[in-house]
C-alpha cells in the first residue's frame, strides 16, 4: 500500500480512513463480547435449572422405586389371599357376564378366564331377581 500502510487482514472492515476502520472493528467486537456474555449468562441459568430438574429426576427415581416395592408386597399378598382362599368370585350379575365377561373383560373376567366351571342352575320365580340374573 502506498506510505508503507500495510492492508487489513481478510474480513476485516476498513475505509480510506484507518481510524475509522478500525472504530468499526472494535465495536464489532465490543458487540459480539456483548452478545457471548449474554450467552454465557443464559448458560449459567441453564446450568442451574439443569441441576436442579437432575435433583428432582433422582427423587422421583426412588419414588419409583418404592411405588413399585409397594405394587410387588401388594401383589403377594393378594396372591397369597387367592392362594389362600382358592380363587375370588366376580360380583357377576348375569349370565352373559358369566360367560363372556363385562364388555372389556377387565374388571369383570368370564369364569372361564379364572378358570372357574360354572353350573348353572335355573331357578324360577327368585323374588327380587330378572331373568338370568345371578342369584
Not at 448458560?43 to 418404592?66: C, K, N, P, Y
Not at 363385562?102 to 327380587?128: F, K, W
Amino acid at each position: 500500500m502506498p506510505g508503507g500502510l500495510e492492508e487489513p487482514p481478510f474480513g476485516y472492515p476498513h475505509s480510506e480512513s484507518s481510524e475509522y476502520g478500525i472504530d468499526r472493528r472494535n465495536a464489532a467486537i465490543g458487540d459480539t463480547h456483548k452478545d457471548l456474555i449474554t450467552a454465557l449468562a443464559y448458560l449459567d441459568i441453564a446450568d442451574r435449572r439443569m441441576s436442579s430438574l437432575r435433583i428432582q429426576v433422582q427423587e422421583l427415581r426412588g419414588e419409583v422405586r418404592h411405588l413399585q416395592d409397594a405394587v410387588a408386597e401388594s401383589a403377594k399378598l393378594v396372591q397369597t389371599l387367592v392362594d389362600f382362599l382358592g380363587v375370588i368370585v366376580p360380583n357377576w350379575r348375569n349370565r352373559n357376564e358369566i360367560e363372556q365377561g363385562d364388555d372389556m373383560g377387565i374388571l369383570i373376567p368370564s369364569a372361564d378366564a379364572i378358570g372357574l366351571i360354572v353350573e348353572i342352575v335355573p331357578l324360577q320365580l327368585e323374588p327380587g331377581f330378572e331373568h338370568e340374573e345371578v342369584v
